[in-house]
């Protein structure tokens, strides 16, 4: 009961996520039928061709998805957002199409091709009139495969911010949610059921042909009206993104909202990925405006030299973003370093400070993000500041998963941030960082330089923000997302009304 009465309560936004989801599956269908199908003919008759093509195809789909996302995202015109998602869904779709379409022509009766060519046919009416129908049903068997994949692959494209039911699912996946989770995998298996029912009765129709025309005409339609819907919105939209993380989002629901209490259209480009992927974004313009945090900035970036100066590191940082065509907005009020945490008995038995773990490394389990072991401030200069070296290796998780390890143990040291609301809610203690390795992380905007130019009140409004979110406050709405399972966007709406 608890379950259908938050779908209740989140029924216009998850129909909003249904709907982006069907979307980016019928047009991602239809690019690949439409390059599919005429290709896979031309394929059938010439198989020196079809060896390659089909080889190529099969090697884009060995391809993980993710993996596919990331590498098509610094491509020109493709960016962050639906693109790209459609792009990397096309190429996925495209091999059961070939496949079926030259399987389809290629077992067609060659006693009918000859009666055919007897009646004086050419070889387009044969295409037309015998091949193409004798071959249909295969042609939609792949096209039926097609679809259900993409349509379980789309749930991938949320990661590069082009929405669809996997929003939820990546946010039940960084706060341990199982009704977003749920929310988000039940109507994908639900769609992907009534596709694949759907067009396994297209298959066994007496007029496949018409049917399926039929079928095509009507998502033409569907998308037409939702482009249309698209562009009732006034205006160039501003665009604001996040990284793939709780405080991000929710940091990210506050200066959307601020934004449109201004007046301006804000489009949502949450839950991104790690910092490369954003400060990508930002600077090429697929986003607007995102919070960063100046350390990350410098070493991770930039690449400078650590410092524990905040100032002297927000003035490197400016100098070096004004160069990547970026401005970096007024500091929001807080500092989110990394932390190291443990469980309190842990820290009884005298683990306290960074320092004390080179006495436990052989067989101290330590759980973090991925980008932590690559980051210039992430595990490797971590050791080399404190003399250790790890005996096991580190545990690679999400995000939303690595305090939930420490809880059952399956971690003894875990890398948080100083502002994640599950520390204090579980009783975990921060070690001290008593060599001062990590530098200063306040949070502050990244806006695109352009966009600033083209909208002068836009950087005015991302500064009223200045100073009006203290390290308590980003606590209690970390918490509240994590700890109490509330959705960031009444979580932002909620503090920006008290401010």
Do not use: W
């Not at 099969?58 to 639906?82: C, D, E, H, K, M």
């Not at 290629?106 to 091949?131: K, N, S, Y």
């Not at 991938?156 to 341990?176: D, E, K, Q």
């Amino acid at each position: 009961m608890s379950f259908l009465a938050f779908l209740a309560e989140r029924r216009l936004e998850l129909f909003a996520l249904f709907s982006q989801h069907v979307v980016l599956v019928l047009l991602a269908t239809l690019l690949a039928a439409a390059i599919g199908v005429p290709l896979g003919i031309r394929l059938a008759y010439s198989p020196s061709l079809a060896r390659p093509f089909l080889a190529a195809a099969s090697v884009a789909q060995t391809i993980p998805s993710l993996a596919l996302f990331g590498l098509l995202i610094p491509l020109p015109f493709l960016g962050v957002g639906p693109r790209t998602a459609v792009v990397a869904l096309v190429l996925y779709a495209l091999l059961p199409i070939l496949r079926n379409t030259v399987a389809g022509l290629r077992g067609v009766d060659p006693v009918l091709r000859e009666a055919a060519l007897g009646m004086g046919m050419t070889q387009a009416q044969r295409l037309r009139l015998v091949e193409l129908p004798l071959a249909l049903p295969v042609i939609l068997a792949g096209l039926r495969i097609a679809t259900v994949v993409t349509i379980g692959t789309a749930t991938i494209a949320a990661a590069v911010g082009a929405g669809g039911l996997g929003t939820y699912i990546f946010r039940g996946i960084a706060t341990v949610d199982a009704r977003l989770l749920l929310a988000g995998a039940i109507p994908a298996a639900l769609l992907a059921l009534l596709a694949d029912a759907l067009l396994g009765r297209l298959e066994q129709s007496p007029r496949p042909g018409r049917s399926a025309a039929m079928l095509v005409a009507a998502s033409v339609l569907l998308l037409v009206v939702a482009a249309a819907a698209e562009r009732r919105v006034q205006g160039r939209p501003i665009v604001v993104g996040s990284k793939n993380f709780t405080e991000q989002v929710v940091l990210g629901e506050i200066v959307a909202a601020h934004l449109e209490s201004r007046g301006f259209p804000v489009l949502r480009r949450l839950n991104l990925g790690g910092t490369a992927l954003c400060h990508e974004a930002v600077r090429s313009g697929a986003i607007d405006v995102y919070v960063e945090y100046t350390g990350t900035a410098l070493m991770d970036v930039l690449k400078g030299a650590p410092s524990s100066d905040a100032a002297a590191v927000r003035d490197a940082v400016r100098r070096g973003y004004e160069g990547l065509g970026l401005v970096v907005g007024a500091p929001l009020g807080f500092d989110n370093s990394f932390a190291l945490v443990v469980r309190p008995e842990d820290a009884a038995s005298g683990l306290r400070r960074i320092s004390d773990l080179a006495a436990r490394a052989a067989t101290i389990r330590m759980g973090m993000f991925g980008e932590f072991l690559e980051r210039e401030d992430g595990l490797r200069g971590l050791q080399r500041a404190y003399g250790f070296k790890l005996g096991l290796p580190p545990l690679e998780m999400d995000l939303g998963l690595l305090y939930e390890a420490l809880v059952h143990g399956r971690a003894d040291v875990v890398v948080g941030s100083a502002t994640d609301g599950l520390i204090a809610a579980h009783g975990f203690v921060v070690l001290e960082d008593d060599r001062r390795y990590f530098p200063p992380y306040e949070a502050v905007p990244i806006l695109n330089a352009r966009r600033v130019a083209e909208e002068p009140h836009l950087g005015e409004a991302i500064n009223e923000l200045a100073s009006r979110i203290d390290a308590a406050s980003m606590r209690r709405m970390n918490h509240a997302v994590d700890g109490e399972h509330r959705d960031p966007a009444e979580v932002a709406r909620q503090f920006l009304a008290a401010l």
